[in-house]
Every structure is written in structure tokens, then in C-alpha cells.
């Protein structure tokens, strides 16, 4: 259905104009080696694998979805996944970014972000098996001990197994301190654990021998609440000496949740009785150590809406090009045929363009970010890997949050453009709205992000986080503020800088007072400063078209029209979202819960 050709002219610009990435890397010494080449070759050949292998499954995937076979709880994935998988680990690409210790090609971060843009947008369901392989394998890295590295990091690389995140459970959401899966301890260092997990996304599939499943639970005489949970590691087979699989190990599927979109990815409810595992980290240390976990999967829930939202644009412009309908409102366009492409239409070109506006945003943001983890992993300058490390955390949240909702803003905007038929299956469309809609609630629903941003990463740290990226946006300001020809982008940057600055002191004075203010103003705050840092990108976007406008790649034309739309027509909501996170809490608390 469709179709999908991977935005490598655009990502070559972020990466090699607007973020001068090989310059960057040269910094750091296990990537000094990097350069346009390698990375061009990278992103060439990832869209060929995502456009010619994976794309062509996410139609059929969705409709054919999972089956379970309760039996022998097992799952079957859709036709062709098992088999774009072997491809996938034949070619190497589940290694891109591991350590070369482990099997790994040591890769940067910024490359494999690129690459997983590509997987979203060729089908976010099968994205997902090999996604989350990804922060178990960060999660076993940094937290596992030498012989959980040595056993399990090889074979994560390799991806021959795959891992999930077991944390949700019936009665537990977010609140994961309320959460019952015990751990009781054996005598040769294994625990065996039981419960009931749910929602978990790849939890049972055919596509890979093994699945290491991240399990959190309590064990004996732990403290009430999330700091008394320790994070398993419990393989669906026990590893044998050898490194092949050995018994089956009691965690197993029990069902399939029936969802709304991503068809093709198996969310399992997973029983666990008795089931072997062994402790990661400190016992009732295991949110610590799952955080680098879940920090890596929100990371990669806006990678899905990025690539959500660049495939639906895609597909919205072909049809727009090609749909006739009406006579464009100041004459005929088309004078040979019985009417106009809608594309004349300025309703139909907004539609578009807010499409192409989020995805470009969030293509620069995601790939700076990206950028700021490899200096923060691998700087030599300590106080460079610091500054690295606060920023990468003041901006995860806004990355899940702020691009999840621009998703869904964008994908229904596409379908929007199809009219009737994009509600129709055939075309596809609707697929990407059903798909884009999950990304707003999983590893964090977008309230809790914003809580995230607002309670714990800027008035937790008295703004010192948001400052310092504020510095860099202040100063750029100054260095582009009597430019002319950016006066037009500088000028809204600047202001609504200004504001945000104005914002958050006034929504922490009114904290002191009442708690309840932090989760009034916290959702229209998070998407205040997610449009504070698109400005700043699209801005600097702006700066480097205007250089090369005159140039004969129409490209950087396109670029700088993009840039204007997105100040004219996206920008301006801030002032609406201001007045509501100004409004404060009592509008929404003085209702008696009985009288809803």
C-alpha cells in the first residue's frame, strides 16, 4: 500500500550542514574515524532495506496480525516478519551502535538514529521486536554483571534473541510502586519469580530463538513502594554452557492484547510461574537501573512518530499530486482536465505542510539529541559528558512527548487529504493514525512526560538544566539578531524565549503554594517549550537555506518555505497553550469529583 522512500537528501542536510556531524564526531576518540562517506553509505543502504523489505509487510502485517495458539503459548507473526528479520541480523544492522566488544560495529548513536527513523517509517509494528533488543541491550551494559555481559550482550548484538521490559500489571500502570510480582531467592544466586505482566509489547514471537525478558519485582521483606523493586533478567530458555538454548523456562504468554493499531506487534499478557531469573544491579535498586531502559524506549517512541509521521506526509503528498477535485479558487490551473489536483488547494497545502513542518523539526531535534549522547557516552572531557548527560535528560521527555503529539496531529492531517478514502483501509492511512495513537500513551503517557519535564528535570533543579540550553538559544539570538533577512524567524525565537523564561518562574512561585499548579500548567508547558526548541532549529534550518537560496538545488528553497510555515501557522499556538498553563489549577480542581 503506498509507498516509501527514505528521506536521505534531508537527513544528509542535518547531519552534514546543520549539525556538521562528522566535525562533531572527530572529538571523540572512538569515532574520529567517521566520515560523510561511511555515514551516506549507511543511510543509503538502510533505505534500501526499509523501502524494498520492510515497507511492503506493514499493510499485510497489519491486517494479518499475531496469533496465539494458547496451547502451547506461542505467537506467530504476520507473514514475511520472521523472514525480513533473518535479513535484517544477516545484514548487520541489530549491531550499528554496540560495542564492538560484544559483536558490535561501534557505530555512533546519531547514525543509528537515522536508521531507526527508516524502520519506523517502513512499519512500526516490526520495528518494535528489534527496538526494544536495543535498550536491553543498554540496560545489560551498564547495569549487568561480567557474566550476564559475557552470556547475553553477544547475542542481543547479534540479534539471534531479542528482549522485552516486563514492568505494567493488571492493577498497575504507571504507579509501578503498587506493583506484586515476587522474587524468592535459591541457593545458587537464581531467584524464581511469579506474577501477572501486561501490555508487553514483543513479549512472545517465532521471529528469534530466545527472548530476554526485563522483569521487575519484589523480593522478600522489600521496602512499600517503587524503592522496594528489583529488576530479573529472565530468559524464555535457559542458556546453556555453550550459549545455546537449553530448558524452557516458565514465562509465557497467556494472551495477545487486542489493540487499536500496531497489529503486527504481539502485546502479550505474560505469566510468570517460577520462572528463573537473576537479579540486575541491587536488590530494590531496579528502577535505577531500568531507567536506562525506559529512557532509551522513549527515545525511540518519538523515532516511531517521526517516522510515522514523515511515511503519512509522503503518501498524502503523492495523493494530492495526483487527486483532481474543483478548480483552484483563482482560476483554473489545469485548463486540459476536467479539474484542478487538490494540491492547488490552500486547506489541502496546510494539511501537507504540517506534515512536512513536524517531521523536518523533529528529524534536526531528534538528530541533535542523538548527537548529544554520543558526546555524553564517549567525550573525553568529563565536564563535556555532563553538560551532554543534562541536556540529553532535560529533552527526553519532550521528544517523547512533543513528537507523539505532532503524530497525531500529522497523520490526521494525511488522512485528512484523502478525504473518503483515507478512512478506507486499502489506501493505508488510517493504519498510520491507528499506530501514531499508542505513542502517546506507552513508556510514559505524555502527561506524565510533561510531569517529567516541568516537576522533576527544570523546577527540580530550579530551571539550571533549561538555562543552559536557554544560553544557547539566547546566544544565537544575539549573534543573528540584526540580520534582516532572519529577522523574521530571530524575532519569534527570541520572544518566545522571553516567555518561557517569564513562564516558569510564575508556575514555580504558584508550586510553593500548591502543588496541584505543577499539574495544571505541565502539559501546555512541555508543548511551550517543544515549539522554544523546534523555533531554535528551524531557525538555524532557515539561516543555511537563505545562504544557498540562490543556489540551483530547489531544495533549500523548499526548506526555507517550510521554515516560514512553521513560524506563520504552528509556532503561534504557544500563545494559546501560555494563557492555559497561566490559567492555573482551580478551573480544573474546584468540581466535586460527584457532581462530573
Not at 177 to 199: C, E, H, V, Y
Not at 250 to 258: H, L, S, W, Y
Not at 354 to 364: L, N, P
Not at 397 to 425: C, L, R
Request: net charge negative; glycine share 10%.
Amino acid at each position: 500500500m503506498g509507498q516509501y522512500v527514505a528521506p536521505i537528501r534531508d537527513m544528509q542536510f542535518v547531519l552534514h550542514e546543520l549539525l556538521k556531524v562528522e566535525d562533531e564526531l572527530k572529538a571523540l576518540p572512538k569515532h574520529a574515524e567517521i566520515d560523510a562517506d561511511i555515514i551516506n553509505q549507511v543511510l543509503e543502504e538502510g533505505g534500501k532495506f526499509t523501502a524494498e523489505v520492510l515497507f511492503p509487510l506493514n499493510h499485510s502485517g497489519d491486517r494479518e496480525g499475531c496469533k496465539h495458539d494458547a496451547a502451547t503459548s506461542t505467537v506467530t507473526t504476520p507473514k514475511g516478519f520472521k523472514e525480513a528479520y533473518k535479513q535484517y541480523v544477516d545484514g548487520g544492522w541489530a549491531a550499528l551502535a554496540c560495542d564492538p566488544e560484544y559483536g558490535g560495529q561501534g557505530l555512533p548513536v546519531v547514525m543509528n538514529n537515522s536508521f531507526y527513523e527508516m524502520l519506523n517509517s517502513a512499519n512500526q509494528a516490526w520495528t518494535m521486536y528489534p527496538g526494544l533488543s536495543h535498550g536491553a541491550y543498554e540496560c545489560l551494559k551498564e547495569h549487568g554483571t561480567e557474566h550476564q555481559k559475557k552470556v547475553y550482550l553477544p547475542k542481543l548484538v547479534s540479534g539471534e534473541w531479542t528482549g522485552t521490559m516486563c514492568l505494567t500489571e493488571p492493577h498497575c500502570g504507571t504507579d509501578l510502586g503498587m506493583l506484586r510480582s515476587k522474587a524468592l531467592p535459591q541457593d545458587d544466586g537464581s531467584w524464581l519469580i511469579t506474577g501477572n505482566k501486561i501490555f508487553i509489547s514483543a513479549g512472545e514471537h517465532d521471529m528469534a530463538e530466545n527472548i530476554l525478558h526485563l522483569v521487575l519485582a519484589r523480593v522478600p521483606d522489600a521496602p512499600e513502594g517503587s524503592k522496594g523493586i528489583s529488576l530479573f533478567l529472565v530468559p524464555k530458555y535457559l542458556p546453556k554452557e555453550d550459549g545455546s538454548v537449553g530448558e524452557r523456562n516458565p514465562i509465557t504468554c497467556g494472551a495477545i492484547e487486542e489493540k487499536m493499531g500496531i497489529h503486527g506487534n504481539s502485546t502479550c499478557q505474560m505469566n510468570l510461574d517460577g520462572a528463573r531469573g537473576w537479579i540486575i544491579g541491587q536488590p530494590n535498586k531496579g528502577l535505577q537501573a531500568m531507567f536506562v531502559f525506559m529512557n532509551a524506549a522513549r527515545l525511540g517512541v518519538g523515532m516511531q512518530s517521526l517516522g510515522l509521521t514523515e511515511v503519512a506526509y509522503q503518501n498524502a503528498l503523492i495523493y494530492a499530486k495526483d487527486r483532481i477535485q474543483m478548480r483552484s479558487l483563482t482560476g483554473p490551473k489545469n485548463p486540459d482536465m476536467p479539474a484542478d489536483p487538490i494540491i492547488v488547494h490552500p486547506d489541502v497545502r496546510r494539511m501537507l505542510l504540517t506534515g512536512k513542518a513536524y517531521a523536518e523539526g523533529a528529524r534536526a531535534f531528534t538528530s541533535y539529541v542523538a548527537l548529544q549522547i554520543d558526546r555524553e557516552l564517549n567525550h573525553p572531557d568529563e565536564e563535556v559528558r555532563k553538560e551532554a548527560a543534562d541536556e540529553v535528560a532535560l529533552l527526553t521527555p519532550i521528544i517523547k512527548a512533543f513528537i507523539t503529539d505532532n503524530a497525531w496531529i500529522a497523520t490526521s492531517e494525511a488522512m485528512q487529504v484523502f478525504g473518503g478514502h483515507g478512512y478506507i483501509a486499502e489506501w493505508g492511512m488510517e493504519q498510520y493514525v491507528r499506530d501514531a495513537r499508542i505513542n502517546l500513551i506507552y513508556e510514559g503517557t505524555n502527561t506524565v512526560q510533561s510531569l517529567d519535564l516541568l516537576g522533576r528535570k527544570i523546577l527540580g533543579d530550579n530551571g539550571a538544566k533549561l538555562r543552559k540550553f536557554g544560553e544557547k538559544i539566547k546566544s544565537y539570538v544575539e549573534e543573528n539578531g540584526l540580520d534582516e533577512k532572519m529577522s523574521e524567524f530571530i524575532t519569534p525565537l527570541g520572544e518566545l524565549g522571553d516567555k518561557v523564561t517569564k513562564l516558569t518562574m510564575e508556575i514555580g512561585m504558584k508550586a510553593f503554594q500548591n502543588a496541584d499548579e505543577v499539574g495544571a500548567a505541565a502539559v501546555p508547558y512541555l508543548r511551550v517549550v517543544g515549539h522554544l526548541v523546534y523555533s531554535y532549529f528551524f531557525a538555524r534550518m532557515a539561516q543555511i537555506a537563505l545562504e544557498k537560496e540562490d543556489s540551483s538545488d530547489t531544495f533549500y528553497k523548499a526548506k526555507l518555505a517550510t521554515a516560514r510555515f512553521y513560524f506563520a501557522r504552528l509556532q503561534p499556538e504557544t500563545a494559546t497553550l501560555i494563557r492555559q498553563a497561566r490559567s492555573g489549577s482551580a478551573n480544573l480542581m474546584a468540581l466535586d469529583a460527584d457532581l462530573f
